[in-house]
């Protein structure tokens, strides 16, 4: 009888040891489950803020473009309506010169934040 018990007792503690290991095992599948979601997850977040941001250089590319095909057909309306395609003979300042020198701050306000006369094909002073 004493057998007996001691062999139920060994297998007892056998089984308990083996539910200690596998219930170990089963909270480590659960945090490698959880990490991999985690991971997941972050990597969607990642991937919507990419698009987000491709999106957003795309936009601000398609602005740039349309502002500097505006700029470029002001001023090629402004160079070849005053002497021809590519002269420009007014400076900010009233004086003669040539399309290089016309180019300057107020130029570039004017162009920015184009007035009432914006298509105006000569270069204003900024003073004025």
């Known amino acids: 009888m004493e057998e007996f018990q001691s062999l139920s007792k060994n297998v007892l503690e056998l089984f308990e040891s083996l539910a200690a290991k596998v219930e170990r095992m ?3 599948a659960i945090g490698s489950r959880n990490r991999l979601k985690l991971i997941s ?12 941001r491709v999106l957003e250089a795309r ?15 002001w001023w090629g309306v402004a160079l070849s309506s005053v ?13 003669e010169g040539t399309c290089s020198s016309a180019v300057t ?9 184009p007035g ?5 094909p000569t270069v204003e002073d900024a003073g004025s």
């Open 41 to 52: 997850k972050q990597k969607l977040e990642q991937q919507e803020l990419l698009e987000s």
């Open 26 to 28: 089963k909270m480590r």
């Open 105 to 113: 701050a107020a130029t570039t306000v004017s162009i920015i934040a």
């Open 83 to 95: 002497d021809g395609p590519l002269s420009h003979t007014h400076t900010p300042d009233g004086e």
């Open 116 to 120: 009432p006369g914006h298509l105006d």
């Open 59 to 73: 936009i601000e590319c398609e602005r740039l473009c349309s502002t500097s095909l505006a700029f470029l057909l």
